[in-house]
């Protein structure tokens, strides 16, 4: 079927949504736990570890739908995708114990496992230019961490938390429906003014590309998924002095996660004109500084540190797309991002524990400084990854 049956806008729309969706179906349970929790009878630190297994099916999984991707089909995965999802948050909101609350949750991390090695594929292959369309739609993304806190917060304060899972849930069913019918199946070529490979850096630095990535991902992955893990809780605890409303709480996680959104369409802008090094070297040095200084913090100074943090983080999360996007063909594309997000996710899926461990033992204190100690290997990524050699378009 020739590729050009399907508009490359209507493609990226698409993928931007399902990127939305996916951060924030991951997520809904991040911000509804601490009302969850009492409900069963349990503490904040007894009922976060049941997301683990879907944490960790996140980024296992990412190895079988890239793979799934490349030689089936990317839209039928993406079609699975949606509906899949969606029928799994439904599932989420009909729980009636810790257990099928587990269950559930490992359901909505497998299917949320399609997107990104498949989605972010389909995305490189129909980008003409890669640095902007990856940055804007990791703001896509980021506005679904956002509005997970904020519209989780709001409809557990007004409706309930099983409705914080069924409505969402409902609505990802019906886009998935529309993506159906609306994008069909391709047979992948090569088309005209897609992104293709293109080395950058001499072959005898490609070891240094390697490592710096897999050193970066797996330190900035952890970081990532603790961080806003754990965001909703800690500005319940530390920002008690300005309010304890649960709606409010969600309005103040979601306008921090805004500055995330536009560092990462600033950066995706700036890629297109500098080099990858050129960006992730300041904002791997300012990364761990401000997650280790933050550990004893409150209030006002807390929400702009957390700012500061969130716009380090989500910049290096388009750092790391582009990477992959630059040094691979569309051929191998998706399975090149089922390895990054395998390694991403899975490190990632352990720091739900490792959360709720810490702050069990020492607070967020402990868990920031901790955090803030990890990213150090940000640094050496950084440091570690080769400067690009320009090469004629």
């Known amino acids: 079927m020739d590729q050009s ?68 089909s990317r839209r039928h995965m993406m079609v699975i995708f949606f509906v899949g999802i969606g029928a799994a948050m439904m599932a989420v909101g009909l729980t009636q114990t810790p257990q099928q609350l587990g269950i559930a949750l490992l359901a909505v991390g497998l299917f949320a496992a399609i997107y990104h090695p498949v989605g972010t594929a389909m995305l490189v292959a129909h980008a003409e230019r890669l640095g902007r369309e990856v940055g804007v739609n990791g703001v896509w993304g980021n506005l679904g961490v956002a509005s997970s806190a904020l519209i989780t917060g709001i409809v557990c304060q007004y409706l309930g938390w099983r409705w914080a899972f069924l409505l969402p849930g409902l609505a990802t069913i019906v886009i998935g429906v529309l993506f159906a019918i609306s994008i069909q199946h391709e047979a992948r070529a090569v088309r005209k003014g897609g992104q293709q490979s293109s080395v950058r850096v001499s072959k005898d630095a490609m070891w240094r590309v390697i490592a710096a990535l897999v050193i970066t991902i797996i330190a900035s992955s952890t970081t990532f998924n603790a961080f806003t893990v754990a965001m909703p809780k800690l500005f319940a605890e530390r920002l008690s002095g300005i309010t304890v409303n649960a709606a409010l709480l969600g309005v103040i996680v979601a306008g921090t996660y805004v500055f995330g959104a536009l560092a990462q369409y600033i950066i995706g802008h700036l890629l297109d004109r500098h080099s990858l090094k050129t960006l992730f070297l300041p904002l791997a040095f300012t990364l761990a ?105």
């Open 5 to 72: 049956r399907n508009q490359p806008r209507s493609v990226i729309a698409y993928i931007n949504i399902a990127h939305f969706i996916d951060h924030y179906a991951m997520l809904v349970f991040a911000a509804a736990v601490i009302v969850i929790a009492p409900v069963f009878g349990m503490s904040y630190g007894e009922l976060l570890p049941y997301a683990t297994p879907g944490f960790v099916a996140f980024g296992a999984g990412s190895l079988v739908t890239g793979w799934l991707g490349d030689r089936w």
């Open 289 to 393: 500084p401000l997650l280790y200084f933050s550990a004893s913090l409150s209030g006002l100074p807390l929400i702009l540190t957390c700012i500061g943090i969130v716009i380090c983080i989500f910049g290096q999360v388009t750092v790391n797309d582009a990477m992959i996007g630059k040094y691979t063909s569309d051929e191998w594309r998706a399975r090149a991002y089922s390895v990054r997000y395998f390694l991403g996710f899975t490190a990632a899926g352990v720091s739900v524990g490792v959360v709720a461990s810490l702050h069990e033992r020492g607070g967020f204190g402990l868990m920031l400084q901790a955090l803030g100690g990890l990213c150090v290997l940000v640094i050496v990524g950084a440091i570690c990854f080769p400067q690009e050699q320009r090469v004629p378009d």
